[in-house]
């Protein structure tokens, strides 16, 4: 998009991403909010090196948005060219409804792509509501199954290689899977990135899913034998790539002989019961076991179900787009984008 | 002292903000900071929503701006952050809330101002104003309602002031601004809306020198702070009594101003010392060992001391009342050295 | 009635409910009758943080030790401090908590493990870390706790006691009531990063920011955290993030919040409104239960405001008791 504004991307930094229970039973690590701004400021000047000329972010209240001012007046300084911040005018909640929020206004100002800092459920949370806006996931939450774990810098010169036109669509952007999730014919609808477990706990409390002696079942998107969360029982089991179309649903058993070892979080090794698994086809709803009291949406527990409840799982190949950050790099090597004479440069 | 007959009435509180206020004009390296002195920093509302707890830098920051400063709660930090800067040539006046919270600072205080000129051979200054809330009546309880003026009298390099009146209060706070040694400047919390007349114009009421706010030819007291108008009420009552009373206000505790104390013993021969503080090592009991030194011979009763007791600050009110030495107490002790 | 879903069991949530209840209860009734001129000195209050103090302090025992701030009526309720004696202490009667010679800001009572509100803030943390020293030599497994606000987290105290929790390995727990404000200093202003457990992980200890709102988020943390302070897991931090209601002190007109700001929060982030919806909603309790309760908490409020009305002040000689043990 290209306005009064210049080119626009937008970014939606996830401040209370990393801050969970899980630091205190597993040894995982919290990004501070100062390491956090850092990825940031480096995103930020990569940004600003290819021209981009606006990056407009979710305001937050509990420190990024803060610190980041702070420093970005420091880089000013000391004489370095940084993008405009600019904040979306909104309330600011400290909760996911503002990430929502954030994603959507981005989506109908027309950026040309979200930037995002945060783990699973951050992405998740933009994918909600950004429509066909295309993320460039950096991971700083605790279960990083789907944003890469990748220097800020590249992801920012990619990221705006792509908003300025200079790397097409076709090669910068790809598709993702994401399961829907349906309860009582959508009465209630959400979607996950990764995965969706069902157990037998019946209340949300402190969100993270850590204890696993009440998983039924699991459905993952894509099973990846690298990472660690739920999606690792997946993993290990039968992997299926982020471009494969197909997922895979595990149904398990604390007191079943067949178990798989998994890390299922940071630190925790754990070998679980499995009973069976199968293949999702895409657009094919399975349903999940009556017994499930609560569904945990990339890794916390997010929807509860009573007695009746009629909950199915999806899984759709077009959920949203992303940033393909290797393909960008690599395309603007291999076609000389990095390359310019400096009489060029002058004239522009 | 002379009061002009036409000067207006304002309290020890606004004569407070005026003295900071005149001297932030008069000399741009004068800078105000303390907990909340302007308030609301970084919040939604209003700015300059305090002005300081009581609100005694109210209106400051509109006239100053940056020259004041919110600090975050952290007495070891900016209360040596006034003192590095004081040392660096700016003039602070650092606001410690209440003196009680002293314990938070006191190194910066009394191994760091006060010991820089003599440590470091005569070639430091350390021109910092530390302004503290003391003293008890508005039942805020043990660790807000201490005076602790005899700690900081006690350790060399530091000056310590303790007005008793508006008057007072702004020509001191001048003075101590523009002096280059650090002062702790107590304001009484329980004083704040007493007012008296105080001259519009700025004027310095120099350190180090006592007042005699009540002349009398029987007994002396001695006394700062609170203790000044109860003794006044005192004297009062004993004057219909037939004993009259001479009273000394301190105002200035450290260089204390021996010779207006011993002026006065050697007039009247009897000495009552009158101190909120509690007694052990208090003011009273160090004026009174100095007077004994230097003026044995003109005394003609043995030296009475009326103090708060040896415990911390009760909160009952009954109790609190109790603690504060009372008109009676010192009327009581004056009666007993002239009987 | 409905199958329990949640992690206490009924008579565990009746009994958050009623100490929810009993502090925003005492807290509404001082703040009405500070108003009327009835009570000397400064108050505190803590109505709209009640989660915080009742989600951890349930899964204390009495041998476990608190070391509370300025605004400790919610701590002192939730540990079992009896309220007819904290109202008499609050009105510095003879019978209070602490006979009438502390206050609100120093309600103490050690034989229910509460070291005191504190008027020096950052005060308590070294000496939650001298109770948890002192329990580890005990080795029975009590743990201590020290809350400290977010404005007071900047003081020096806290930060050597994060250290010294850690060096010492010490079954001490940090809580941070992060309401916003440092009497009239917003945390934006005032703290550098508005990240407490970022400032835990600097002394490698770990921490764990919850919705302080959310009963049963701060609750089940709390679990989590205390149970690993028992077993010899060592300190950690716990961050409540929550809003106070009331101003700093009573008397703080709170010109510093926006407009609407503390009515918006009372319509959507009132903690016990928020934990009675949920309990309500999902069958386990019914409203007239919980409308029991609140009538409950009245009376008994009632009863502590007048037995502190009526009971006499300290005698004088109180003034000179008590300075030592012996002299």
Known sequence: MTGSEGVVVGLIVNPVSARDIRRVVANASGLQIAERTNIVLRALSALGAVGVDTVVAMPDRKGV????????????NLGRTLPTVRY???????????????????????????????????????????????????????????????????????????ATGVVPPLVALVENKVLDVSINDDEVSDIALVDVVASTDRYVGARALWKTGSIVELFVSFADPEVIGMSAIAGAIEPIGRRDQAGLHVALDPKADRRVMAAIGPGMVERLGVTDWSRLKPDEARKVAPEAGTLALDGERELELSPGDRATVTLR????????????????????????????NTDQ | MTTVVGTRLITY????????????????SVIVMGEDIVGGAGAPGEDDAWGGVLGVTKGLYGKHGDRLMDTPLSESAYIGAAIGAAASGMRPVAELMFIDFLGVCLDQIFNQAAKF?????????????????????????????????PIVTHIPGLKVVCPSNAYDTKGLLIASIRDNDPVIFCEHKALYEEQADVP??????????????????????????????????????????????EIVDLRTLSPLDLETVTESVENTGRLVCVDEANPRCSIAADVSAQVSRDAFGSLRAGIAMVTAPHTPVPFSPSLEDAYIPSVDAIAGAVRAVTS | MADNPFPLD???????????????????RLHLNFAKGEIPGFVHLYAGEEASAVGIMMHLRTADRIASTHRGHGHCIAKGVAPHEMMKEIYGREGGSCAGKGGSMHIADLDVGMMGANGILGAGAPLACGAGLAAK??????????????????????????????????????????????????????????????????????GISVDGTDFFAVYEAAGEIIDRARNGGGPSLMECEMVRFYGHFEGDAQTYRADNEVADLRASRDCIALFRGRVEGAEVVAAAEFDAIDAGVDALIDDAVASALAAPEPDVSALMTDVYVSY
């Not at chain 2, 104003?129 to 602790?148: D, P, T």
């Open chain 2, 200 to 245: 519009e114009a700025s004027y310095v009421v120099p350190l180090g020198e006592a007042n005699v706010v009540r002349e009398g030819s029987d007994c002396s007291i001695v006394t700062y702070g609170m203790m000044v108008g109860r003794s006044l009420e005192a004297a009062a009552l004993l004057e219909q009594e037939g004993i009259s009373c």
């Open chain 2, 117 to 149: 000129r003599y440590m470091f051979g005569g070639k430091a200054e350390t021109p910092v104003v530390i302004r503290a809330m003391v003293g008890a009546g508005l039942r805020a309880a043990a660790q807000h309602s201490q005076m602790l003026t």
């Open chain 2, 13 to 28: 509180r606004e004569a407070i903000n005026e003295a900071l206020d005149q001297e932030m004009t008069r000399d741009p």
């Open chain 1, 88 to 162: 979306l005018d909104m309330p600011v909640t400290s909760t996911v409804t503002d990430t929502h929020a954030a994603a959507g206004q981005m989506a109908d100002l027309g950026v040309a792509a979200i930037i995002v800092l945060g783990g699973d459920g951050t992405h998740r949370a933009v994918v909600a509501t950004c429509g066909r806006v295309p993320i460039a996931g950096l991971s700083t939450g605790t279960n990083n199954a789907y944003p890469e774990l990748r220097e800020s810098t590249v992801t920012g010169l990619a990221t705006g290689l792509y």
């Open chain 3, 10 to 28: 009924r008579e565990g949530l009746l009994q958050a409910y009623r100490t929810m209840r009993t502090i925003r209860g005492f807290e509404d």
């Open chain 1, 317 to 344: 190949t077009n959920g949203f787009r992303s940033l393909d950050v290797g393909a960008v790099m690599s395309w603007a090597a291999e076609n000389n984008k990095n390359l310019t004479d400096q009489q060029k």
């Open chain 1, 65 to 76: 948005r803060v610190l980041l001012e702070r420093s970005m007046q420091r880089d000013r």
């Open chain 3, 137 to 206: 030599h005990r080795g029975d497994g009590d743990i201590a706790i020290s809350f400290i606000g977010d404005g007071a987290s900047n003081q020096g105290t806290f930060l050597e006691s994060l250290n010294l929790a850690a060096v010492w390995n010490l079954p001490t727990i940090f809580v941070v009531e992060n309401n916003g404000y440092a009497e009239s200093t917003s945390r934006d202003y005032g703290v550098a990063v508005d990240s407490y457990i970022d400032r835990a992980a600097g002394f490698g200890l770990p």
